[in-house]
């Protein structure tokens, strides 16, 4: 379960987030709309533990981030967080089975079953017979297609997800929202989604608007 009460964010003395409260229970799929510079990847952020709150509560599963030094963040990012941000970080001189399974590897599981595991996501994306490829290779919407397969292959407890369909033909992006609500549901994750497409957002099994007010359902 992922609890956020009471979340306070100013930068350089203006309020971007205020009084933010929100709850995801284990197999939810929330989408978070809102203008421009609203907050939302200020958020994703702050979920994510690479930045920290004025004031708040955070907590996944039980853990509050209070109580979480860098190190103990930096495990929870690998261990229970699953990420498809804009800039996708695919590393250009691995293979694209190899940025697949790097989230295993990062977790110490290697050998024939990573490689599977590995595998069957780039399956479900539709780049199974690219595992060989290298990423200079690949057009745009194809590099989304493997940042969510990477981001899916640990299963993580929580997807944080913003604009993951952003380059990508209508085809693919309903494939991509469809792996990511798939994921989700199956191994009774959460998942956020920051988007600005309202296609996007019906994927989800709620939309909350972010506002200067705060979150409205
Ligand atoms: N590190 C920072 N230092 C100063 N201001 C920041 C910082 N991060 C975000 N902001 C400001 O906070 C506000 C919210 O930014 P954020 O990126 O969260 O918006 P957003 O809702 O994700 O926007 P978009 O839809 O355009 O991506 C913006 O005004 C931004 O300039």
């Known amino acids: 379960m992922l609890e956020i009460s009471d979340l306070h964010r100013q930068f350089n003395g203006r309020p971007v987030l205020q009084a933010l409260s929100m709850q995801l229970q284990p197999g939810e799929y929330v989408a978070i709309t809102g203008e421009s510079g609203v907050g939302k990847s200020t958020l994703l952020n702050l979920i994510a533990g690479l930045d920290r709150p004025d004031s708040g509560r955070l907590a996944l599963d039980g853990a509050d981030y209070a109580g979480l030094d860098e190190n ?89 997800a913003d604009e993951p369909t952003g380059n990508l033909d209508p085809t693919n992006a309903a494939k991509v929202l469809a792996l990511l609500t798939e994921s989700i549901r199956a191994s009774g ?29």
């Open 72 to 160: 103990a963040l930096t495990r929870l990012r690998r261990d229970k967080l699953g990420f498809v941000f804009q800039a996708f970080h695919i590393l250009p001189h691995l293979t694209l089975r190899q940025n697949v399974v790097l989230p295993l590897w990062l977790k110490g599981q290697d050998g024939a079953a990573a490689n599977r595991q590995a595998e069957r996501l780039l399956d479900a994306v539709g780049l199974a017979d690219r595992a060989e490829s290298w990423p200079r290779e690949l057009s745009g919407g194809e590099m989304q297609r493997v940042a969510i397969a990477r981001a899916l292959v640990h299963e993580p407890r929580l997807v944080l």
């Open 189 to 217: 994750a959460m998942g956020i989604l920051v988007t600005h497409s309202p296609e996007a957002a019906k994927s989800a099994d709620r939309v909350l608007h972010l506002t200067s007010e705060g979150l409205v359902g």
